[in-house]
C-alpha cells in the first residue's frame, strides 16, 4: 500500500506565501518523478511543477519565477513553495508521484487527496 499526504494549504492574502508538502509513505521500493497538479470547478487537472529524482524541474508558465518545487529523497517528501500568490491561483493541488512498490517491476500513479489554497483578500 502506497499513500500520499498533503499537507500546507489554506487562505492567504494576494502577494503572500505558502507552502504545501506531500510525503509518500508504505511499501516504496523508489520514488521516481513528482510533481504538483491543481483543479478548479469546471477546469482540467493542470501541471503546476513536477521534480524528477535526479531534481531537475518544469513549471507551467504561469508560474514561472514564482513557484519552487524540491524534494527530499531520503523523506520521500516533494515540496512546493509558493509565493507572490495571485486570485487566480486559487485551487485544489493535488500530488502525484510515480511509484515503484516492493515487489513490484513496474511504476504505478498516485495521487494525493488534495488540499485547498485559496488567495483571496
Known amino acids: 500500500q502506497v499513500q500520499l499526504v498533503e499537507s500546507g494549504g489554506g487562505l492567504v492574502q494576494p502577494g503572500g506565501s505558502l507552502r504545501l508538502s506531500c510525503a509518500a509513505s508504505?511499501?516504496?521500493?523508489?520514488?521516481?518523478?513528482m510533481g504538483w497538479f491543481r483543479q478548479t470547478p469546471g477546469k482540467q487537472r493542470e501541471l503546476v511543477a513536477a521534480?524528477?529524482?535526479?531534481?531537475?524541474?518544469t513549471y507551467a508558465d504561469s508560474v514561472k519565477g514564482r513557484f519552487t518545487i524540491s524534494r527530499d529523497n531520503a523523506k520521500n517528501t516533494v515540496y512546493l513553495q509558493m509565493s507572490s500568490l495571485k486570485p487566480e491561483d486559487t485551487a485544489v493541488y493535488y500530488c502525484?508521484?510515480?511509484?515503484?512498490?516492493?515487489?513490484?517491476?513496474?511504476?504505478?500513479?498516485?495521487w494525493g487527496q488534495g488540499t485547498q489554497v485559496t488567495v483571496s483578500s
Open positions: 508504505g511499501s516504496i521500493f523508489r520514488v521516481n518523478a
Open positions: 521534480i524528477t529524482s535526479g531534481g531537475s524541474t
Open positions: 502525484n508521484a510515480e511509484i515503484v512498490s516492493v515487489g513490484m517491476r513496474v511504476p504505478l500513479n498516485y
